[in-house]
């Protein structure tokens, strides 16, 4: 079975690549096909994987921020890729990697982590932008465009599979297409362990990119209102107006490494996730290492954190709500061990094993089906080899 594998653009650490890393640990020799790559800004395990790259690579502001303005050449530059060799292609896809144009000798498999956000719930994603805000009109007719393609281009998929229940939600309202399955996304446990009680802090943690639909600005304020410390581990670019709002418990550790990362997750009072997640891998990253979560109680949430039990939900998006569940939370005693026990729920080895169960079995259903086309066109060959002009000689004579 030949096989490869597709996906946005590697210019991040976020979960969509963590996940596309553990579908190149599945199939090694698969060659990865992405918009744009940057070794330096993504995961290292890719430097050892086969990365096909688009014209996009060569465009010198894609890596820059400004690459919202390159929206309307990403359909494009997938459309272009030559998927004509492989029997499956794999894609990994929150926005244009699942607008590949495959052939219908090769089966399209996408794990979607959503429906592309800026098309569909560009509020709080792109609109507080400052390219949005001075070029607004003309952004605007773009998403309407590409709003359009991303409907039709999920008609090229052959079979959907959702990070969750919350994006097959969102999957049958945008696309009005059937998912095939929900496979949650990888978490490597084995990269977390439990602190010592004694080396736990009294502070709250966020780990996350600064962009504005993750609602970090709320974690600041409940916890400027109660006096909690809190500290920020991430970057991006609300970086900088999040810095104006944060009072003297806030601390800001920038970008941190997996080990300082895991370290953090282990040692702090809970983390904290303010915004709705499409699935949310951190909270359980926070799970895997002892610690509970505080979530907004929406989104992908609701399947991986356990009120009460692995956490606490705040039902309202507001500071003051918000500051509620971290007095809740504070005042509740987690057992470690099991947290640690339902973030092995979601490793990295059950992800492993139901993305390659699917893939067999799509494969032997297509075997099936280019075996029954090949029976199909024989006994059509056998048809019409036979003699039309003698039928009406046997008609009735009881000749067999």
Known sequence: MNIAIAHDYLTQCGGAERVVASMHELYPDAPIYTSVYNRNKTLPCFRDAEIRTSFLQSWPLIASHLDKFAFAAYPVAFEQFDFSEFDVVLSSSSSFAKGIITGPDTTHICYCHTPARFAWRPHGYLTNSIAYRLLGPVLRGMLHSLRIWDAQSASRVDFFIANSHNVADRIR???????????????????FSVAPKEEVGDHFLIVSRMLAYKRIDLAIHACNAIQAPLKIVGSGPELKSLKKIAGPTVEFAGKLSDAEVSFELARCKALIMPGEEDFGITPLEAMASGRPVAAFGAGGALETVVDGRTGVFFTNPTYECLALALKEISLIEFEPEMLRQHAEKFDTRIFLERISNFVNVISEQRERHLLRRIRALHNAEERADFNFDTVPYYLGTGVK
Do not use: G, L, N, S
């Open 173 to 191: 309202k945008y696309y009005r297409r059937e998912v095939a399955a929900v496979i949650h996304p990888p978490v490597e446990t084995k990269r």
